[in-house]
């Protein structure tokens, strides 16, 4: 059973920046994909990036240009950096991986709130 434990979410002011981390239990290259959603309050869990085993990014225009998806394999970690945050970036962000199997594997969550 694979886990993902998301970690550096918290609270920012406007036009701040975070580093979320998601470390796997699993060696992350063996996965179809991973990548990152957010949940607000009051609102469907949304898209926010995606990379897959070939290392192709795709991101949510709602946040391209501000955020940065990376990977560390040596570490099987997986990070978001969120630079020139908005009130509108609060949410939960849960990290997902996808493996060989096509099955889906999600962390608990981090909050991010972003006060204007």
């Known amino acids: 059973q694979v886990q993902l434990v998301e970690s550096g979410g918290g609270l920012v002011q406007a036009g701040g920046s975070l580093r979320l981390s998601c470390a796997s239990s699993a060696r992350i290259f063996s996965f179809n994909a991973m990548g990152w959603y957010r949940q607000a309050p009051g609102k469907q869990r949304e898209f926010v990036a995606v990379t897959n085993s070939i290392g192709t990014t795709h991101y949510a225009d709602s946040v391209k240009g501000r955020f940065t998806f990376s990977r560390d394999n040596a570490n099987n970690t997986v990070h978001l950096q969120m630079n020139s945050l908005k009130p509108e970036d609060t949410a939960v962000y849960y990290c997902?991986?996808?493996?060989?199997?096509?099955?889906?594997?999600w962390g608990q969550g981090t909050q991010v709130t972003v006060s204007s």
């Open positions: 997902f991986a996808e493996d060989s199997a096509y099955l889906d594997y």
